[in-house]
């Protein structure tokens, strides 16, 4: 293992491959936030209320995980990237399309929280390669809250 260090404990052979799962999580967290914020603007029904302030709940937690990841990121000598150009290419999540029934929006965020699991996963195998435990327990965290909203929202879809 190489001898050379970043800002913290993580060693530099690993740091490209950490910088760029935690970009993409950046990324991913950032689309999420403006597609959440596009469900909670325009859902209608009878589930209005419920999922009104759900999908603000959602879109909160995809705010504090961005910001989590990006502080993460400078930490171990990376920059987090910035601009919409960069998030959009680099997310795994696609934006908001057209307008949706409450339950299409509902199946949509399931499925994102779910990609976003996998890259978690991605950057919890990167971390665990670098010796990066920090880096590693923040990510199982968010697995954590995800596993128990995909669980909360399939229970809502009936599921």
Do not use: C
């Not at 171990?76 to 997310?91: D, F, W």
């Amino acid at each position: 293992m190489s001898t050379i260090q970043t800002k913290t404990n993580t060693f530099a052979n690993h740091a490209a491959a950490q910088h760029e799962v935690l970009n993409r999580q950046i990324a991913g967290w950032s689309v999420l936030y403006t597609k959440l914020h596009h469900f909670h603007w325009y859902v209608q029904g009878p589930h209005f209320f419920t999922l009104h302030a759900k999908f603000e709940e959602l879109y909160n937690l995809a705010t504090a995980n961005m910001d989590e990841a990006a502080e993460r990121l400078l930490a171990i000598g990376g920059r987090p990237v910035a601009t919409m150009s960069e998030q959009l290419r680099l997310s795994p999540i696609q934006e908001a399309q057209g307008k949706w029934s409450a339950e299409r929006m509902v199946e949509s965020v399931v499925a994102d929280l779910r990609t976003m699991v996998e890259v978690i996963k991605e950057g919890i195998h990167a971390a665990g390669e670098a010796e990066d435990n920090a880096t590693e327990d923040m990510l199982i965290g968010f697995t954590a809250v995800l596993d128990k909203e995909i669980w909360m929202l399939n229970a809502f879809l009936g599921k």
